[in-house]
């Protein structure tokens, strides 16, 4: 199921840029561990790119919840989205080329995918593949590498047979379907993320007329 979601996302990424001045980056995906009541600090790096502004978005497909945070442009000036905790999400810029989103006072329900969207002078769209959030959770260590004496039991693959040769049992991968799973939800986030900012130019002009009106 996962690699027919992650398939039918990519299909339907790939027409939904098509005729549209949008740039999806593939970057590694980065996973941060923050402490419970600690600070999560989330980049948004423009690369040789002279943005504008950045919408912030934030998705956990395990619980199926999407979320757009806000927009922060190069005058400092933050527009968070109604119903968003100003006081737990901060946008600021780092330097002239990266934006920040910070996470304070993080919790167990603020996990989830965090990704962002870049928008030049030019109106180019830059798409960030974000970050993935997980508060409370040790992050692995490298295993100290120790002399042990060899096991008779050790699984031990004959070098002449193909994987394809081997049963579940012999020398079974760990990481294959965790891997898998976290493709698929950067898929289905990817692609609510598209959805949603298809249709946020014509809340943000609706949002700006009425700011407007009030002045």
Request: net charge positive; hydrophobic share 35%.
């Amino acid at each position: 199921m996962s690699l027919l979601v992650l398939t039918w996302t990519l299909v339907m990424v790939s027409s939904w840029t098509a005729d549209s001045r949008q740039v999806l980056l593939q970057d590694h995906i980065k996973i941060l561990y923050p402490p419970i009541s600690g600070q999560a600090m989330i980049e948004c790096d423009c690369v040789n790119a002279s943005c504008d502004s950045v919408y912030w978005f934030r998705s956990n497909p395990t619980h199926g919840h999407f979320q757009y945070l806000g927009k922060y442009n190069n005058a400092d000036r933050p527009m968070y989205h109604s119903g968003v905790n100003n006081s737990h999400f901060k946008f600021s810029k780092k330097a002239s080329a990266c934006f920040v989103l910070r996470v304070l006072d993080v919790q167990k329900e603020d996990g989830g995918i965090y990704s962002c969207v870049l928008k030049d002078k030019s109106n180019t769209e830059i798409w960030r593949t974000g970050s993935f959030l997980q508060p409370g959770v040790i992050p692995p260590t490298s295993p100290t590498k120790l002399m042990t004496p060899k096991s008779k039991h050790a699984c031990r693959c004959p070098k002449k047979r193909t994987l394809d040769a081997f049963s579940p049992a012999e020398c079974k991968p760990r990481v294959l379907w965790p891997l898998t799973g976290l493709a698929a939800a950067l898929a289905v986030s990817l692609l609510c993320t598209l959805y949603y900012f298809s249709r946020l130019p014509k809340k943000c002009r609706h949002q700006f007329s009425k700011a407007r009106t009030k002045h």
